[in-house]
Antibody
Framework: QVQLVESGGGVVQPGRSLRLSCAAS????????MHWVRQAPGKGLEWVAV????????YYADSVKGRFTISRDNAKDTLYLQMNSLRTEDTAVYYC??????????WGRGTLVTVSS | DIQMTQSPSSVSASVGDRVTITCRAS??????LAWYQQKPGKAPKVLIY???NLQSGVPSRFSGSGSGTDFTLTISRLEPEDFATYYC?????????FGQGTKLE
């Protein structure tokens, strides 16, 4: 079954850390770049980060640069997002998505991260 | 960063209507544009990629056009399941950016 499944979300205090995972199945995970996209409650979509298929390149949105780190383990078919120094404005549903060229053709169901004291 | 501006922000329509949503990029993005549909509590779903290519499995009532800075998504005859929020996304350069969304109600 072709799917991406995120996990690791939850409630965390400002300034703390959280690591999200995205497990892929039914696809050749190592063939494609992978992205994280987030959506704050009631808001639009915001691109967060990308990692090349082989992990050789990574890019981040300015809003998370220096705080978030994207990584992947192709042997485990898993994508990660390490989130440090979390802020209340990081509260969102976080989606992992596979990129096909320049668009996202496969999305996970999302995991909710709530940053609150 | 490339800004993506969608209009309208919301549109009221009825089953059977023809609906057009526009997306304008702040600079030339060639045809590096995709359209997504999102329903409440669900992940987005790609409808159109490379400005005018219909994603496999998407009904042919959806179509996209444009290049450069101006793009449109057209739904030729609305079906009940089409009431959702639609986003455009540019894939010309990082950071990838989305339009603010158009709610079809």
């Amino acid at each position: 079954q072709v799917q991406l499944v995120e996990s690791g979300g939850g409630v965390v205090q400002p300034g703390r850390s959280l690591r999200l995972s995205c497990a892929a199945s039914g696809i050749t995970f190592s063939n494609n770049g992978m992205h994280w996209v987030r959506q704050a409650p009631g808001k639009g979509l915001e691109w967060v980060a990308v990692i090349w298929h082989d992990g050789s390149n990574k890019y981040y949105a300015d809003s998370v640069k220096g705080r978030f780190t994207i990584s992947r383990d192709n042997a485990k078919d898993t994508l990660y997002l390490q989130m440090n120094s979390l802020r209340t404005e990081d509260t969102a549903v976080y989606y992992c998505a596979r990129v096909m060229g320049s668009y996202f053709d496969l999305w996970g169901r999302g995991t909710l991260v709530t940053v609150s004291s | 960063d490339i800004q993506m501006t969608q209009s309208p922000s919301s549109v009221s329509a009825s089953v059977g209507d023809r609906v057009t949503i526009t997306c304008r990029a702040s600079q030339d993005i060639s045809s590096w544009l995709a359209w997504y549909q999102q329903k409440p509590g669900k992940a987005p779903k790609v409808l159109i990629y490379a400005a005018s290519n219909l994603q496999s499995g998407v009904p042919s009532r959806f179509s996209g056009s444009g290049s450069g800075t101006d793009f449109t998504l057209t739904i030729s005859r609305l079906e009940p399941e089409d009431f959702a929020t639609y986003y455009c996304q540019q894939g010309n350069s990082f950071p990838y950016t989305f339009g603010q969304g158009t709610k079809l109600e």
